[in-house]
Structures are given as structure tokens and as C-alpha cells.
């Protein structure tokens, strides 16, 4: 394959003609054996590799929801996802019954054919990328395979010469009860009269020899042709993987391209996902810098959770922090200014408004485009923070992959994550799944799945308050259907009391964005007695507290009336503001 640096493609490539390309692409279904030779510019060869990347990282989450693989309800969450994605081309690839001839249906065969090859080359570096690839690879191929009409399975056996035989009648007959009685897809002996057997080496079909779907004698497996997908499948992931192996000893001759051997070196670590630069197409909405403490209980994924308690606890924070947790901030929607606060009464106890303002001032300013180039710098992704280099008193990184076990399970205890559900995201730690272990714990906290799989740590933000919303109503209000309000009088008497489990209490970001500034300035600053005092409430009382934050009295002798009947959104940025402060 070669390159060229020019943005348009070389003019050997507008005069393929579509005869040629029905020789080279007629079918669907590849097993990617002859590598491409046309020309591309280097930019479509970037494109080819991002789109290859968000295709099997695509089947990589569809993965992770539970679904059987390969069914009607996995292929289906595979073609919307990839439509989503603006693949739609892709995804009628996939659904391709392998017989089509017009010429769009040969251009994305080639897309098909020349991005298998970029990513080959960028995942044949190491043991474990040449793993995830054969097997990503592999799910691709088997679920294209069943799309496939009898037509396009014939044709694609005759382009690559795969002579799989059936077994003569006579043979048939003679060994008609075996196969009945080990076949697991023959439901009758008719199924078996009608369907063709294959005679293959055992050892082609392992997948069905180990769930014991097949008959086996003498060394050979005798297959239907409902399950000759087995048998290709070891055929494609063969042939793959002594093509990655020829690959991986060619890849030093490509250190000479400086262009293309970094974009093939930084490849598996690009993210491909949404950017979350800003929450212009999100209905969650920007953030005030008095609701950041409170959203940090209920809505931060952990990696940011854990910053936040340490810029509390340590009222500072090392370089690698400050750029995970502050664009993170910027990516749910703190402003400049509001940025500029937070950080700053964070570090204010260690370092004065002078020190500030020469040291970190224009970091911040620089993530949000303000300085330097005017960069527009984008959230760090879940692979960015996993990959990330993690020294012993940095604060950054995935909790998941970089915490020690014991020390997670203390910090999941004191985030009240029962035992139980500890132990489920311990094991799945332990078997190396960080993300997986990520939505386990957004599934223990919000009493909700994640669907989607957790991928950055601003979709774990954007779902938490999805999920906050719907429990309480916010959507149907929009509609203008009656909410009910869950957090009543008569189940939260002891709202003062040492039992109520605070962390239990959703919150959400709309409830206390009528809260006056002053007023949530006070409490963060003076504590929350002070910063209630003189409030009136609902029933017209006036709001008292004794030295420790409790109701002690109002202006109308109603001792706590204020508990009951006054602003729920004030109450719970006050009991937020204590906790913290």
C-alpha cells in the first residue's frame, strides 16, 4: 500500500473502473488475504483507521450488555449504534445479503478492505493488541456471515476456494441416527434429512466440539451447514492471524515514515467517542460553581469523585489532576470564571491569590481556549485515563485501574457501596475490566443500568443525571404532567437525626439553580446556620439554628417548621455545604 501526503486521491485511483472493482470486491464477506495496492492520501488513510476503530470498538460495547452474541437483538444494537455513529454505509454492510453489484456497493467493500488492512498494520505491535483485534475482527466476520443468502454464501466458498464437500446421502444414511442424537440443531430426523453434513478435521470446529454439538468419529466432526459458520470462522481467524504475524515483523520498516508510523503507533489509544467539549446537545445544562460540591456525590464518576475529595482534603493538586478533574469541570459546564473560583478557594489555603494567579491562573485559562494557541481542549476519555502514567502521589487516573484493591474497597465502603456489590466490582477489577467495573458501580449507585457501557467519564455525568431526572419526575413536568414529590414531610422527620443517610438523597442540578448566590456563597464559606439564618418559609416562619445547624426555633414558635415545609432545594445545598465544609 502506499501513501501520499496530498489530500486528494491520485488519479490512478479515479480510474478504477467498476469491472475491475467487481474482480477484486464480489462479495460482501472478505477473508482479507491480498492487501490493497491502490494509492490513498494520507488524510482518507487517517479517516479509514478512525472508522475501522469506532466499528470494533462499537462491537466491543455491544459486548459488554449482556446479549447473546451474534443474536437478532445483538446484530440489531450493533446496526443502530453504527448508524448513530454516521456508519450507516457500514451498517448495510453488514446486513449485506453478499450478492450486490451497484457501485456503491463496491465502494464500501473497498472501505471495507483497505480499513481492515490500516488497522492490521496499527494492531500488530503487540501480543495484546493483536488479541483484541483477532477477536473484534472475528465477531465482525461471523455476524456479516448470517446476513449472507444461500447465493452469497456459494460464491463467497468458490472466490476463496474453501471446498467443504457435503457428505454423500449414502454416508447420511448410514450414520442418520448419530447425527440426530448429536447434532444439537436437529430438532427431528426429518431436520436431519433435510439438511447437509459436512465431514471437517475436529479440530477446524473446536467452539462446537467443546459445547458438544456435533457428531465426532475418527478424528472428524460431521457439521451441518446451519453451523458452517464454525468452520469459516476458524478459517478467517487462521488466516488472520499468520497475517498479522507477517505484519508485526514489517512494521520496522515503516519507523522510516515518520506521518504514518505515529499514527499507527497512537492509534489504539485515540478516542472515538463523543468529545463532550461542551453540553450544547445535551439537555443536563451548564453548571454553577455553588452546585459542584453537591453533584459530586451523586452524579461524578469515581475518577472525579476522588479528586474532588483530595483537592478538599489536600487543598491542592499536582499538574496531571488539575488537567483530568478541571476539563472534566469544563466539560459539564463550569465557565471560566466559576473555574477560576473553584480552584482558587480550593488552593487557598496553601497559597495565597498572588501565588495563584502566577503558577495556575493560566493553565486554567489555557484549557478553556483562552490562551497559547486557543486551543478548544476536550475532557479526557476512559482510555485516555486508564492509559495514563499514575506516580505514588499523584491524585489522577482510574481509581479502578490504579488503586490499590483493598485501598478501592475502602473507598467504595466509605461511598456506602454495600458489601456485595464491593466484591462484583473487586472481580471484575481483578479480571482487568475497569470500564465494566465503572458501570457496576453507576448500576449500585443509581439503581440503574448503563447501557451503553461507561466510555468517559462526562457520559457517566450526562447518564447520572438522566437517571436522577426520570426517578424524580423532571421529564414529565416538561410535558406537563403532575411530579410527585418524593422527599415528603413524613418521611424525612429525622432529617436531623444521625441516621438519615445523606448520600441516599438524589440530587439533582435543576433543583437548586434557584438558589440566590449570597445565600450558597454564605453556607459554603460560614457553615449553614449562618447561611440560612433569616430565611422565611413556606408556612411563614423564619428560620433559627443553634450552633451545630439544627432548627432551634422560629419567628412563629414552630421549633423545625422549616424541615418540613420550607425550600427543599435550599435544605439540600445546606446539608450538602455541611458535609463538605
Known amino acids: 500500500m502506499e501513501y501520499s501526503g496530498r489530500r486528494k486521491f491520485i488519479s490512478s485511483i479515479h480510474s478504477v473502473q467498476t469491472g475491475s472493482l467487481v474482480e477484486l470486491y464480489p462479495n460482501d464477506l472478505q477473508l482479507y488475504k491480498i492487501p490493497p495496492s491502490s494509492s490513498i492520501s494520507l488524510a482518507e488513510f487517517e479517516d479509514l483507521a478512525q472508522e475501522r476503530l469506532k466499528i470494533l470498538r462499537t462491537i466491543d460495547n455491544i459486548n459488554l450488555r449482556g446479549l447473546n452474541k451474534y443474536s437478532v437483538e445483538w446484530k440489531g444494537a450493533l446496526t443502530a449504534e453504527l448508524k448513530k455513529l454516521g456508519l450507516k454505509s457500514f451498517a448495510k454492510l453488514i446486513n449485506g445479503t453478499g450478492c450486490g453489484q451497484t457501485e456503491s456497493d463496491l465502494q464500501i467493500r473497498k472501505r471495507d478492505h483497505v480499513s481492515h488492512f490500516i488497522l492490521r498494520l496499527a494492531y500488530s505491535g503487540s501480543e495484546e493488541l493483536r488479541r483484541w483485534f483477532l477477536?473484534?475482527?472475528?465477531?465482525?466476520?461471523?455476524?456479516?456471515?448470517?446476513?449472507?443468502?444461500?447465493?452469497?454464501?456459494?460464491?463467497?466458498?468458490?472466490?476463496?476456494?474453501?471446498?467443504?464437500?457435503?457428505?454423500?446421502?449414502?454416508?447420511?444414511?448410514?450414520?442418520?441416527?448419530?447425527?440426530?442424537?448429536?447434532?444439537?440443531?436437529m430438532l427431528s430426523m426429518a431436520s436431519v434429512d433435510a439438511h447437509e453434513f459436512y465431514r471437517v478435521p475436529y479440530t477446524d470446529v473446536q467452539d462446537l466440539v467443546r459445547s458438544r454439538k456435533v457428531y465426532l468419529c475418527g478424528g472428524f466432526a460431521y457439521v451441518p451447514c446451519t453451523d458452517l459458520i464454525s468452520i469459516l470462522s476458524t478459517v478467517f481467524r487462521i488466516n488472520l492471524a499468520h497475517g498479522m504475524a507477517v505484519t508485526a515483523r514489517m512494521l520496522p520498516s515503516l519507523e522510516g515514515d515518520e506521518r504514518v508510523f505515529r499514527l499507527l503507533k497512537n492509534l489504539h489509544q485515540s478516542y472515538t467517542g463523543e468529545e463532550y467539549s461542551s453540553l450544547k446537545n445535551s439537555n443536563v445544562g451548564s453548571i454553577q460553581l455553588d452546585q459542584v460540591d453537591l453533584l459530586s456525590l451523586h452524579s461524578f464518576p469515581p475518577c472525579m469523585r476522588k479528586l474532588r475529595e483530595h483537592l478538599r482534603s489536600?487543598?491542592?493538586?499536582r499538574h496531571g489532576g488539575r488537567m483530568q478533574f478541571g476539563l472534566f469541570l469544563k466539560g459539564i459546564g463550569l465557565s471560566l470564571e466559576d473555574a477560576l473560583q473553584f480552584w482558587r478557594d480550593g488552593f487557598s489555603e496553601k497559597t495565597d491569590a498572588?501565588?495563584?494567579?502566577?503558577?495556575?491562573?493560566?493553565?486554567?485559562?489555557h484549557n478553556y481556549g483562552k490562551e497559547g494557541k486557543r486551543v478548544n481542549y476536550t475532557p479526557y476519555s476512559c482510555l485516555k485515563i486508564i492509559m495514563s502514567s499514575v506516580g505514588p502521589d499523584d491524585a489522577h487516573g482510574c481509581p479502578f485501574r490504579h488503586s490499590d484493591l483493598s485501598h478501592l474497597k475502602q473507598q467504595l465502603l466509605a461511598w456506602n457501596v454495600p458489601v456485595a456489590g464491593i466484591n462484583e466490582v473487586a472481580e471484575l477489577v481483578s479480571q482487568g475490566h475497569y470500564q465494566l467495573?465503572?458501570?457496576?458501580?453507576?448500576?449500585?449507585?443509581?439503581?440503574?443500568?448503563?447501557?451503553?457501557?461507561?466510555?468517559?467519564?462526562?457520559?457517566?455525568?450526562?447518564?447520572?443525571?438522566?437517571?436522577?431526572?426520570?426517578?424524580?419526575?423532571?421529564?414529565?413536568?416538561?410535558?406537563?404532567?403532575?411530579?410527585?414529590?418524593?422527599?415528603?414531610?413524613?418521611?424525612?422527620?429525622?432529617?436531623?437525626?444521625?441516621?438519615?443517610?445523606?448520600?441516599?438523597?438524589a440530587v439533582d442540578m435543576h433543583e437548586v439553580n434557584a438558589v440566590p448566590k449570597n445565600v450558597s456563597r454564605t453556607i459554603?464559606?460560614?457553615?449553614?446556620?449562618?447561611?440560612?439564618?433569616?430565611?422565611?418559609?413556606?408556612?411563614?416562619?423564619?428560620?433559627?439554628?443553634?450552633?451545630?445547624?439544627?432548627?432551634?426555633?422560629?419567628?412563629?414558635?414552630?421549633?423545625?417548621?422549616?424541615?418540613?415545609?420550607?425550600?427543599?432545594?435550599?435544605?439540600?445545598?445546606?446539608?450538602?455545604?455541611?458535609?463538605?465544609?
Open 135 to 185: 477477536s473484534r475482527e472475528q465477531d465482525l466476520f461471523r455476524t456479516r456471515f448470517t446476513s449472507l443468502s444461500a447465493e452469497g454464501i456459494q460464491r463467497f466458498m468458490q472466490v476463496n476456494n474453501l471446498k467443504y464437500e457435503p457428505i454423500s446421502e449414502a454416508v447420511k444414511a448410514q450414520l442418520r441416527q448419530c447425527l440426530f442424537e448429536s447434532s444439537f440443531a
Open 314 to 317: 489536600n487543598h491542592h493538586m
Open 354 to 365: 498572588g501565588k495563584f494567579e502566577k503558577n495556575y491562573a493560566y493553565n486554567i485559562r
Open 437 to 505: 467495573a465503572c458501570a457496576k458501580y453507576f448500576q449500585l449507585s443509581h439503581g440503574a443500568q448503563c447501557d451503553e457501557g461507561i466510555i468517559h467519564p462526562n457520559q457517566y455525568f450526562v447518564q447520572s443525571q438522566n437517571v436522577l431526572r426520570a426517578k424524580r419526575g423532571i421529564g414529565e413536568a416538561e410535558t406537563g404532567a403532575a411530579v410527585e414529590n418524593k422527599n415528603t414531610a413524613a418521611g424525612m422527620d429525622d432529617v436531623w437525626g444521625d441516621d438519615l443517610d445523606l448520600e441516599a438523597i
Open 524 to 581: 459554603r464559606r460560614r457553615g449553614v446556620s449562618e447561611g440560612m439564618r433569616g430565611l422565611s418559609c413556606a408556612d411563614g416562619s423564619v428560620f433559627a439554628a443553634d450552633r451545630r445547624g439544627r432548627p432551634s426555633a422560629s419567628t412563629n414558635k414552630q421549633p423545625g417548621a422549616w424541615s418540613r415545609n420550607g425550600s427543599w432545594a435550599l435544605m439540600l445545598l445546606a446539608i450538602g455545604a455541611n458535609l463538605v465544609h
